[in-house]
């Protein structure tokens, strides 16, 4: 899920326009799931939206040292297409 400067008006996007990405997360903790299946939950936990299927991107260690807890990246594409006052949202 991203974010930027210009309050959700992608008309206003330009170079100078600063983002902020903020990842869905979650525990793989429930029995019998998983990590896509985690993953798919917690987008619709998180944002709201009903995706069908997720793509690993990649895996990473994080707190090395101190923890084992290892991080498993996924995405979802999206396409915004906006008509007039309407949007609609397409799943690839």
Known sequence: MWYHE???DTS???ENTGFSYEFCAGLCDK???E???V???EVLEETG???PSV?????S????GFSADLLLLYTHYMVRLLLGNLTFYFLK
């Open 31 to 33: 029995e019998g799931l």
């Open 61 to 64: 260690f994080t707190g090395l």
């Open 49 to 51: 939206y009903a995706v």
């Open 39 to 41: 993953a798919i939950e």
């Open 6 to 8: 210009t309050g959700g």
């Open 12 to 14: 206003k996007i330009d």
């Open 55 to 59: 793509n690993y991107i990649t895996s």
């Open 35 to 37: 990590p896509e299946e």
